[in-house]
């Protein structure tokens, strides 16, 4: 199957603008917690162990299958932070994919940055192996491999996300393996972090902006 394409911009960082002026950051991990749940595997895929290495990868597929192995303590912040596999296998017609959930613990409405790393859009793990890049999307990569052929791009620009509180908002991650990784999905443990910067909405020009990171670590095999 012929690689998809999509025109992206040259990345130049991101940039605070204004507010909850704060960098990504994917500095060392926190402590972490033990934890084994998926959500499933893409329709109509067999979730059964199969044939690959070790019997692990779901059969009829052709890449190695994906599961959560830990996540960070919780953050010093009002969130909740939580993520689940939504496909645990990569095929022909998509990469695995997780979900990353953020939830307003507070009695206030909540405005967060940046508002595309919250959801680990466009990180990539500790090793630079594999990159995380917002679902639906098309990118420059081999359909069943799933490795970039080309660096991706980010506009420069700081986005913000309101959360009202005691409410969840929601984003879904395709994992493709990094331009500059080994092969096209590689097996091992791979950690992500990412930064949250925090401020209650109504008192954004005087109240003290929060930050902390928080990351969770994948398994593929």
């Known amino acids: 199957m012929s690689p998809t394409r ?29 934890t084994t749940t998926t959500d499933g595997g893409l329709p109509g895929s067999n979730n059964t162990t199969g044939n690959g290495a070790g019997g692990t990868r779901p059969t009829g597929t052709g890449g190695p299958g994906l599961s959560l192995h830990s996540t960070d303590e919780q953050p010093n912040l009002p969130l909740e932070l939580a993520v689940k596999v939504t496909h645990d296998v990569a095929t022909d017609d998509a990469p695995p994919q997780l979900k990353v959930t953020l939830t307003n613990t507070s009695d206030e409405q909540l405005t967060v940055g940046e508002g595309r790393a919250i959801f680990f ?24 491999c799933w490795r970039l052929n080309e660096p991706i791009a980010v506009t420069e620009e700081y986005r913000m996300r309101t959360v009202d509180p005691g409410t969840s908002i929601s984003e879904k991650i395709d994992l493709y393996g990094a331009p500059e990784g080994d092969g096209c999905l590689p097996v091992g443990n791979f950690h992500f972090t990412t930064t949250y910067n925090v401020v209650p909405t109504e008192s954004m020009e005087t109240a003290e902006q929060k930050s902390d990171a928080w990351g969770f670590t994948v398994t593929l095999e």
């Not at 991101?14 to 950051?25: E, H, R």
């Open 6 to 34: 999509r025109s992206l911009l040259r990345f130049s960082g991101l940039a605070a603008t204004g507010l909850l002026a704060g960098c990504v950051s994917n500095g060392a991990s926190p402590n972490t917690t033990d």
């Open 121 to 144: 859009q466009y990180k990539t793990d500790d090793d630079r192996q594999l990159m995380l890049l917002p679902a639906a999307e098309e990118y420059d990569a081999e359909p069943g």
